[in-house]
C-alpha cells in the first residue's frame, strides 16, 4: 500500500471528486469526515495539517482508497520540544476518524500507523474517534506497549456526569407519524401539543435561517450559548464562539446548516443549529441556546422537534444529536454509539527520531517569540535550538538565538549565528550590525568594524551605523577621521559631513582593503 501526504488547500480541492467516492463507498464516514465540512475547516485553524492518503501502489492513474486527515502541533515543555499528532477535526468536530472503502481497510491501515510510527512526534491524540470496532482495533495495533503508552481519555463532565464518549442517535422513518408512534406516548403528545401550539398561534413562530436573516440568527444562538455557558468555560469561551461562528457560518454558505430560531413575538428565545449531510442524509444537532428568562413552553424540544420532521419530510435517515448521554436526548426515540478517545505516548516521552517535524516550524518560532518577549528565555532558546536541528541556516532563528545569547552576555556564540545569518541574508542590514555588535562586545574592534562598514554601505543614511564606525575608531586609535562619522550621524543624509564621509569610503586603496576584510 502506498502512501502519500497531501497538504494545502489546492491539493486537497484537486481530491474532491476521489475524495466523495470513498466517502459515499464507505458506511463508518459521516459529516466530519466529508470533503465539504473538513474543506472549509481546515481553511481556517491554525497551524499545520496533512492528510494520509492511500492507494495500491505508487501510480499516477490509481485513486485513492482512504484518507485519513491529521493536524500538528507543538508544546515547549520538559526542557525540550514535544510535537502532537492531533486528529484534523479536533476543536471543531465531534468526530474524527478516517475515511476508507470497506474492502481496503486491513490494508490501509496498518500503512496508516506505519507512516505515522515514521513521523517525529511524542503524543499522538486519537480523540473523538468515531470507528468501528474492527478498524479501531488494526489501528492501535500498530502501537504495541513495547514501544508506546496508551491511556483512556476520560470524557465524564464532572459537573454534571455527562458522558461526551456516549452519542445518543435516533433513526428516521419515512414519514412523522411512524416517527412519533415509536416515542412513549407522554413524548408523542407533548410534541403534538407543543407544535400545535406554536403553529397556531399568533404569539409564537419559528423562522429557518437564511441568507439574508443568517448573520442575525447566528449572533441570537451564540449569543444564548455564550450566557449558558461562560461560566463554565471561562476564558476559553471566547475563542470557542470564534471558532464555533467561523465554522458555523462556512458550513452554511456551503450548504451545509439548517438554523431555525424560536420567537415569542418580536423576540428571540431560542435557537438551534445542526448540520446537514445531504450525502448520507443525515442531520447532526450541533449547538443550541435559549433566553434563560423565558417562562413559556419549552423552545428546546420544540426546536428539535421541529428540526426531526423537516428531515423527516426531506428524506432524511438519522438525527444524530452528537457528543453527551444528556438524559432528554433519549426521549426522542434515540440509541446510542460509543466514540474512542485515547493519547499514545512515547515510552521515552521525546519525539520519535530525537527532532521536530520540520511542518512545525512557523508554529514553534511564534511560540519560542512569544515566550523570549515574555522573559522566558529558557524555553524560548529550547524552541530556537530545535527549529536549528533541523534547518541550520533558518534566518528568523538564528538572529533571534542570536539576540538571546548576546543578552545573556554569550557574545562568541552569538557571534557563530549572526555570522552565519550574514550568508544566510547577506543583503540584510540588521545581520551585519547585529554581527558588528556583538564583535564588539567581544572586544574585537577591527572586525566589529568590518561589520559596521558593511551595515552603512546597506544602509547608508542610518546615524547608527557612523556613530557604530566612529564608537570602533575611538578603541582603534583612529582619531582623525572620527570628527567626519560624528557629524555625519547627526546631520542629514544629503549634508556635507556625509558626503564627505562617502568621498572617505570610496578612495580605490580604502574601498580595496574594505573589500578585503569583508571577504576574508
Not at 515543555?77 to 492531533?86: A, W
Not at 452519542?167 to 401539543?193: E, F, G, V
Not at 438524559?327 to 493519547?343: D, N
Request: charged letters at 25%; a positive charge; aromatic letters at 10%.
Amino acid at each position: 500500500m502506498h502512501i502519500d501526504i497531501i497538504e494545502g488547500l489546492p491539493s486537497l480541492a484537486k481530491l474532491e471528486d476521489n475524495w466523495n467516492a470513498v466517502y459515499d463507498a464507505d458506511d463508518e464516514a459521516q459529516i466530519f469526515l466529508s470533503w465539504k465540512w473538513l474543506s472549509g475547516w481546515l481553511s481556517c485553524i491554525p497551524g499545520p495539517w496533512f492528510i494520509l492518503a492511500a492507494k495500491e501502489r505508487d501510480a499516477a492513474d490509481l485513486p485513492y482508497v482512504a484518507f485519513f486527515p491529521l493536524r500538528l502541533q507543538t508544546t515547549i515543555e520538559k526542557s525540550d520540544v514535544l510535537g502532537n499528532i492531533r486528529m484534523a477535526g479536533n476543536f471543531g468536530a465531534d468526530y474524527t476518524g478516517i475515511v476508507c472503502r470497506p474492502e481496503a481497510e486491513h490494508k490501509v491501515i496498518p500503512a496508516f500507523a506505519r507512516t505515522i510510527r515514521q513521523m517525529n512526534w511524542a503524543r499522538l491524540h486519537l480523540d473523538n474517534v468515531r470507528i468501528s470496532e474492527r478498524r479501531w482495533r488494526l489501528l492501535t495495533a500498530c502501537f504495541p506497549k513495547a514501544s508506546f503508552h496508551s491511556t483512556k481519555v476520560d470524557k465524564i463532565i464532572k459537573v454534571d456526569g455527562v458522558d461526551n464518549s456516549l452519542c445518543p442517535y435516533a433513526t428516521l422513518p419515512k414519514d412523522w407519524n411512524s416517527y412519533l408512534d415509536a416515542l412513549s406516548t407522554n413524548t408523542r403528545q407533548k410534541i403534538r401539543r407543543l407544535l400545535k401550539q406554536v403553529e397556531a398561534s399568533s404569539e409564537y413562530r419559528i423562522t429557518v435561517a437564511t441568507p439574508d436573516t443568517f448573520d442575525r440568527d447566528l449572533k441570537t444562538l451564540l449569543g444564548f450559548w455564550d450566557t449558558k455557558w461562560r461560566a463554565r468555560k471561562g476564558d476559553r469561551m471566547d475563542s470557542l464562539i470564534r471558532s464555533n461562528g467561523t465554522m458555523l457560518t462556512r458550513s452554511f454558505h456551503s450548504g451545509l446548516v439548517y438554523l431555525p430560531t424560536f420567537w415569542h413575538g418580536d423576540r428571540p428565545v431560542a435557537a438551534l443549529a445542526t448540520l446537514v449531510e445531504p450525502r448520507k442524509r443525515t442531520f447532526s444537532f450541533y449547538m443550541t441556546g435559549r433566553d434563560e428568562t423565558f417562562e413559556g413552553p419549552p423552545a428546546g424540544m420544540i426546536l428539535h422537534a421541529y428540526s426531526i420532521r423537516h428531515a423527516i419530510e426531506h428524506g432524511f435517515v438519522e438525527y444524530d444529536f452528537l457528543r453527551g448521554n444528556e438524559p432528554y436526548k433519549y426521549s426522542f426515540g434515540c440509541k446510542e454509539r460509543k466514540i474512542h478517545s485515547i493519547v499514545v505516548e512515547t515510552r521515552s516521552g521525546r519525539n520519535l527520531g530525537g527532532r521536530i517535524d520540520v511542518r512545525c516550524i512557523p508554529d514553534l518560532l511564534q511560540q519560542a517569540t512569544e515566550l523570549h518577549r515574555k522573559g522566558q528565555s529558557a524555553d524560548a532558546e529550547m524552541g530556537y535550538r530545535r527549529i536549528l536541528d533541523v534547518q541550520p541556516r533558518h534566518a528568523d532563528a538564528l538572529h533571534r538565538l542570536g539576540q538571546l545569547l548576546a543578552a545573556k552576555t554569550d557574545f562568541a556564540a552569538a557571534k557563530r549565528l549572526f555570522r552565519t545569518l550574514t550568508t544566510v541574508r547577506p543583503d540584510a542590514a540588521k545581520a551585519w550590525q547585529c554581527l558588528g555588535q556583538v564583535c564588539e562586545s567581544l572586544g574585537q574592534h577591527e572586525e566589529a568594524l568590518r561589520q559596521y562598514l558593511e551595515f552603512m554601505r546597506l544602509q547608508p543614511d542610518s546615524p547608527d551605523g557612523f556613530v557604530a564606525v566612529a564608537r570602533c575608531m575611538v578603541k582603534l586609535g583612529r582619531m582623525a577621521e572620527i570628527n567626519a562619522a560624528l557629524l555625519a550621524a547627526i546631520e542629514p543624509a544629503s549634508g556635507p559631513s556625509v558626503r564627505k564621509w562617502r568621498d572617505w569610503r570610496s578612495i580605490p586603496d580604502r574601498q580595496g582593503a574594505h573589500e578585503n576584510s569583508i571577504s576574508a
